[in-house]
């Protein structure tokens, strides 16, 4: 995952954010680093573009098909 983080980063990709909905994990690249994140938002600097980790969890937790017990 960091590799092609990175790769992101060489093309001039920038903020690259990676999300794990399976264990409700956002990932920001920041320098030479992935940062992991379970709370708070994901923002593109200078933009009104930004994500609530807990909202979109939320969200794809209720589009998320549900099993039968």
Known sequence: M???AWEYR???VEP???IDPNSQLGCRYAGRRLNEMRIGE???PGTPVRSVLSEMFAELDRQRPRTAP
């Open 2 to 4: 960091q590799q092609e």
């Open 42 to 44: 994901l923002l593109v």
């Open 10 to 12: 060489l093309i001039g």
């Open 16 to 18: 690259v954010w990676i």
